[in-house]
């Protein structure tokens, strides 16, 4: 099989932020130790009216724009999340059913902590290298909650990344892909439980960089190649700190990593976070350009990919929202009562 | 065709009346009509009522109110056009009489609006919208007559002391109605600084809910001439009917009301007389902005002349138009099944001579005008004295 | 009243894919129907994404489905294409909504029916 790779891409950040330091008021915390301990300053807020749903259908009829396909062209799409709206009826079928792209589409829905945005994007090119479907998507996105006065509440936010996968009109090749697993029990949420647990310290080095830096160093061994081969390169990044800190270990220079790195002003997008900063940097990217995403999922896991940037890219830059201006312009920001209120975390008569 | 008088009337005190349930207040206010026009039976009755249904559990009113009222097996009908059930109630009851099928017609209207929250009753009203175009999005009743406010307002200048004045007339009339729900007179400011509902139309600008009844006797005028002759002979001299597009977004013009313009020039015909015929009216005023547009596509005033009038004073009890001289539905409140046939009531009482302190001198010629939803169908009546 | 089922599916291929018919005359109807004015017949037409606002309010309180969004604003909107239908307005400065403002629709969660109902999904609009 001929070359398979990323046919179009798009992103959707909602326009509302919180500040840390407004979070931070309401639990008596310290604000600048965690924008210190965490780096990272605001993040997005999903409006009463936007979920999973509502944000991968917008990213992905951003993601066909750049493809240059209308949806019916889609043989498969797959949403990965930890905040599916429903807990049983897939987000796939409302997201494939928007883009025309129903009844010929397979239609799956992923969860696998943060991860499930680069799982989706896994199968789809899967698929498409296989010669099963002629074009595939593959969703990350999640509004996912943080317990309140909890670490995560600062960090936890919103944003969808979409990809379309095939073998033709390719603005970026997949070249190589890894996926390193465990059972680690680093972060997890019960049924009916409506925030998550994790485990503190242990999601650092056992969790995070145990399983970042085991796909990275494999796909690097698997490839043949050296952080000097690359012009970009993407983590999971749960907060700032993190990502910075595994292209350090790997010996990427921090400039590499800085274009895909969103989260000090997004949060933490969970399912969407490499995924989005995958957006930002092919929104700059020149033809030629490689690049490495290395994604975590807790539970735990990461998919890494290595692409190579094509000539196409430069024509389809333009044909949908970026990614920074998103980040950056058109924010809104909320108090902790406003926040609490569209987040549900209110307690509310039931009807 | 024949004509038809009407010959009695009746009513009961509006309001949040928790003591009083659907089949009470239709049947008070039946029992009242019929008292006053002073019948031994009825051949037939209709009732006009939005939504039995979803304010009380109740529909099948036709055999529920013949019961009530003790007049089983007697012929009875529901009939329904959202707020303008009370208006159709009456055009099917005169149809009836004036086709020689029936002799001695109820015509009544019923709506009991406080058995139910306050969102669902802005829910069971929001049913008068387009279910899955309109109301599927967010909007209300006060949003969609809104919305044509702010067209007004920008097509013609008119202003929100203008809507106000409105407001300010209505309640000046009703403070001398016994049976309105708010008896008392506002003031522009209060009108002015009311909680804002939907931008621009404030609390006081909005008709409220109410719980009502409201009952006519229609008989040929021949009989009323002979047998029931105790009062001036007045007859229904004409009657409109017609229907707008559901949707506002539909119309061609959100400044129009269409259906109030067709449905009128109907009964002018009917009646052979123009606006400037009519010496004053009954006329819709679910809002302050729909009493304005309402006297413009009855051709009282051009269009976009409504406001300025309403604040020159043209449409007040003493003004060259008077319009809702019973307090209109601000101030008389707006249980929306009744509404339409308790503005026959006040063109009856003010053209026997019969509206106590809200009396105007001599008036001859009256019209009433009752809406549905944002103008989705309109019922026109005029009323004449004719001795 | 709760949305049920058969009644939210029926509208999807209007409230996600904006299906209507435009008629020989060139009128657009939205959604299509089975009797058109005139006796004429229609073809499939998808509406036009983009468009500007004709009216527009801001509701103070809002049915009960729709309450946390309040206050909102809601416009009448005129699409590029011609046709015209009802929408929340959101994602908008509420000082900033006036008549011509430009806007494009987005898709988004119009109501949830209680905490065990359907999730009912449709557009709204967004300024351009």
Redesign the interface.
Known sequence: MSEVGIVGYGSYIPRFRIKLESIAAVWGADAENYKRGLQLFEKSVPGPDQDTITMSVEAARRALKRAGITGDKLGAAYIGSESHPYAVKPSGTVVSEALGATPECHTADLEFACKAGTEAMFLVYSQVKAGVIEYGLGIGADTSQGAPGDALEYSASAGAAAYVFGAKNILATVDYTYAYMTDTPDFWRREHQYYPQHGGRYTGDPAYFKHTLGAANGILEKSGMKPEDFAYVVFHQPNGKFPMEAAKRLGFPREKAVTGWLTPWLGNTYSGASPLGLTAILDVAKPGDRILMVSFGSGAGSDAFIYTVKDRILEVQDLAPKTRPQLDENKVYLDYGRYAKFRGKIIRNEG | MRDVAVIGVGLQKWGERWDRSLRDLYVEAAQNAINDAGVDHIDSMYIGCMSGG?FAAQEHLASLMADYLGVTPCAAARVESACASGGLAMRMGWMEVASGLSDIVLVGGVEKMTDVTG?EA??AL?TAADA?????????F??LY???A??HM?KYGTTIEQLSHVSVKNHANGALNPDAQYPFPVTLETVMNS???????RLLHCSPITDGGAAVILVPAELAKTKYNKRPLVTVAGSGHATDTI????RSD?TWLKATEIAAKKAYAMAGVGPKDIDFAEVHDCFSIAEIMVTEALGFFDAGKGGPAAEHGDTARTGIKPINTSGGLKSKGHPVGATGVAQIIELARQLWGEAGKRQLSNPRRGLAQNMGGSGGSTLVHILERKD | MKIRSPRYAREIPQRYRYEAAKTESGKIFFPPRLVYPGGETAQPHTLAQTGQVLTWTILTTGPAEYSDLAPYAMAIVELDDGARTTAMLVDVDLATVKTGLRVRIEFRKIRSEGHEGLLCYGYKVVPD
């Open positions: 979803l969102d802005t829910f929001a899955e175009y309109e109301g599927y999005h967010g909007i209300t006060p949003a809104a919305m044509m702010r067209a920008e909680t804002m509902v939907s931008d621009p139309l949707a506002l977004h539909s959100f």
